[in-house]
């Protein structure tokens, strides 16, 4: 198992910028592919960024504003997702989210945290 939390979300203006942190521990030497991914009330969950390796990957609605990068340590990954020039539709439920395993078989998810932009 990959045991994700995600932190950094909250209240922001419209054209203001957040950076949201997922922390992940367990069997981290197994990751094959990270990513955010977000949820909006009323709406089905969906893929914002990803990661493998040095390859990332963005939704159309996000590039150029968000950036999606990853740090190891020892015994830790640290996932990021820098969005600037939020927009209110940026508003959702952010996730974090681990495949793992031989070809990413296994997946795990964060929590995750709020974020909303509002004026």
């Known amino acids: 198992q990959v045991q994700l939390v995600e932190s950094g979300g909250g209240l922001v203006q419209p054209g203001g910028s957040l950076r949201l942190s997922c922390e992940a521990s367990?069997?981290?030497?197994?990751?094959?592919?990270m990513g955010w991914y977000r949820q909006a009330p009323g709406k089905q969950r969906e893929l914002v960024a990803a990661?493998?390796?040095?390859?990332?990957?963005?939704a159309d609605s996000v590039k150029g504003r968000f950036t999606i990068s990853r740090d190891n340590t020892k015994n830790t990954v640290y996932l990021y997702l820098q969005m600037n020039s939020l927009k209110p539709e940026d508003t959702a439920v952010y996730y974090c989210?681990?495949?793992?395993?031989?070809?990413?078989?296994?997946?795990?998810w964060g929590q995750g945290t709020q974020v909303t932009v509002s004026s």
């Open positions: 367990g069997n981290i030497f197994s990751i094959y592919d």
């Open positions: 989210n681990a495949n793992w395993g031989f070809r990413g078989t296994y997946s795990n």
């Open positions: 990661i493998s390796g040095i390859s990332t990957n963005y």
